[in-house]
């Protein structure tokens, strides 16, 4: 699972792609430094993984993660070719949802590229942008259609009626995710407004300015998006110190939840992802799965021939766990359940398959 990060130039993608990460991006004061896209592996902070890793005592610990892609700044044009526009949105065609980031700090030293800090202008630029890039892509795809819907094909006939319909709500400003076309058309076609959309406020360090976030987070709930807050450049400074020494900082700095957890459980809640475990002296690892996700498809998560000689999956709920103390309590309490390949996977399920191949 991707989260791609946009934004223009100078707003703080690459600080937040450093913080996320801890990685070298380039963050200098350039619209154009990040030129090809930086992959990072996010962990997802669960104190449920560790806690299993204790009643185990396990030699190794995996915490799950989200990719996230970062791309240069988009300019506005980038839809013709503006800046390195179309070379930057094709990076994020494939991406499973949308962090985009806007600026709402003032710094003098940093150049604003709207000269003005107007959040809400910022972001109506990229989301025209992004529109006029499915308008591209849209009529690209119709051109294509057309010709075999003229055949009487109702493949054919069905998808370019969808598409006419994204046509006309596309030149109308509205995204593609508010619009009631089959999910696996949207798919097909990788619109960008029809990816799940996430605003990420970058703050100064301190009590943000609420006059600035009002807009955001009343846009945020009309389009049905995510609003986190965060100063990148405070969570990039605190990401290279010692683990030990975080906790300190952000205690001093008066913040009790730090912006780059809470930006990884939106990302988590945003894909309508769950996360399960596996769990021994070996290892303990957390997964991260699509919600109605059976047991065989998540049992491939793990390595296709888990999937391929899936057997069955030994379950048992981390909550119960927790509890009762152990897990030899669980097993006591028969609450270690035998399930097949259609089983649900649900959060916090703490899984063994059995398998043969």
Known sequence: M?????????????????????????AENFPFTTIEPNIGVVPLPDGRLHALAREWNSSKVTPSGIRFVDIAGI??????????????????????AIAHVVRC???????????ELDPQS??????????????????????RWSKKAKSGDKDSIAKCNALN?????????VPARRLSIPQEILNEFQFLTSKPLMYVANTDEGTPDEALLKPLRERAAAEGAVLVSLCTKLEAEIVQLPPEERDEYYQSAGITSPGLARLAQA????????????????????????????????????????E??????????????????????VQEKNLVTLEGKEYIMQDGDCAYFRFSV
Request: charged letters at 20%.
């Open 165 to 173: 319909d994204c046509m006309k709500a596309f030149n109308g400003g």
């Open 267 to 306: 990302g988590k809640e945003l894909l309508q992802l769950i996360c399960f475990f596996t769990a021994g002296p070996q290892e303990t690892r957390a997964w991260l799965i699509p919600k109605g996700t059976p047991a065989v498809k998540a049992a491939g998560k793990i390595h296709t021939d888990i």
């Open 122 to 143: 910022a972001a109506d630029i990229i989301t025209t942008e992004l529109l006029l890039a499915d308008i591209q892509q849209c009529q690209a795809a119709v051109d």
């Open 2 to 26: 991707e989260i791609g990060i946009v934004g223009l130039p100078n707003v703080g993608k690459s600080s937040l792609f450093n913080a996320l990460t801890g990685a070298a991006a380039a």
């Open 75 to 96: 300019v506005e044009g980038a839809s013709q070719g503006e800046g390195l526009g179309n070379k930057f949105l094709s990076h994020i065609r494939s991406v499973d």
């Open 105 to 115: 700090f003032k710094d003098e030293n940093v150049v604003n590229v709207m000269t």
């Open 308 to 329: 391929r000689g899936f057997i069955r999956a030994e379950i048992y709920r981390y909550d119960d766990l927790k509890k009762l103390g152990s897990y030899k309590a």
